[in-house]
T-cell receptor, first 110, second 112 residues
Framework: SQKIEQNSEALNIQEGKTATLTCNYTNYSPAYLQWYRQDPGRGPVFLLLIRENEKEKRKERLKVTFDTTLKQSLFHITASQPADSATYLCALKGYQKVTFGTGTKLQVIP | EAGVAQSPRYKIIEKRQSVAFWCNPISGHATLYWYQQILGQGPKLLIQFQNNGVVDDSQLPKDRFSAERLKGVDSTLKIQPAKLEDSAVYLC??????????FGPGTRLTVL
């Protein structure tokens, strides 16, 4: 069956370091993969999209990689700040619909 | 540009009661989604509309959940009767011609 896995345990890092979040999937051939940020009590906010034929995408301090052989995407936040603390969701576009992972909570410690 | 609007923001009901949620998408967005997000989980798609037609409702519990999108704009999601396990945040999202979904703030439903 199709499965999207994100580390369910919270990730705690020191301010200024690079945070790396992982999204693994099985039994998917996604057309694209997206990363969203979700703050408590709010809806997810779109951050980045990477397509199946792209290896890497960058936006300011954010970087996403997509390895369709490993079936994995890595999401990096460089020079992390306390304001980056949130839950980060990956979402895969399958045949017809987008399916979300469970999210990883990131805590950036000052 | 105004975002996706949802109401109410919070709702508390007894089990077996009915409840309805309303969503107003971003103007011009043809695609509208309803998601259920249980605490600690990612959003789960309940139903997807393209204009006022249903594209995907494979995960909608049709014995108790219903949704409509009249005139291809606003949408309502109804639960009747509610069960304890329906306690969750109900998110509405809309999408333009790009692949980006824009989410509303959600409605937090508590079923007692």
């Amino acid at each position: 069956s199709q499965k999207i896995e994100q580390n369910s345990e919270a990730l705690n890092i020191q301010e200024g370091k690079t945070a790396t979040l992982t999204c693994n999937y099985t039994n998917y051939s996604p057309a694209y993969l997206q990363w969203y940020r979700q703050d408590p009590g709010r809806g997810p906010v779109f951050l980045l999209l990477i397509r199946e034929n792209e290896k890497e995408k960058r936006k300011e301090r954010l970087k996403v990689t997509f390895d369709t052989t490993l079936k994995q995407s890595l999401f990096h936040i460089t020079a992390s700040q306390p304001a980056d603390s949130a839950t980060y969701l990956c979402a895969l576009k399958g045949y017809q619909k987008v399916t979300f992972g469970t999210g990883t909570k990131l805590q950036v410690i000052p | 540009e105004a975002g996706v609007a949802q109401s109410p923001r919070y709702k508390i009901i007894e089990k077996r009661q009915s409840v309805a949620f309303w969503c107003n998408p971003i103007s011009g967005h043809a695609t509208l989604y309803w998601y259920q997000q249980i605490l600690g989980q990612g959003p789960k798609l309940l139903i997807q509309f393209q204009n006022n037609g249903v594209v995907d409702d494979s995960q909608l519990p049709k014995d108790r959940f219903s949704a409509e999108r009249l005139k291809g704009v606003d949408s309502t999601l109804k639960i009747q009767p509610a069960k304890l396990e329906d306690s969750a945040v109900y998110l509405c999202a809309s999408r333009s011609t790009t692949d980006t979904q824009y989410f509303g703030p959600g409605t937090r439903l508590t079923v007692l």
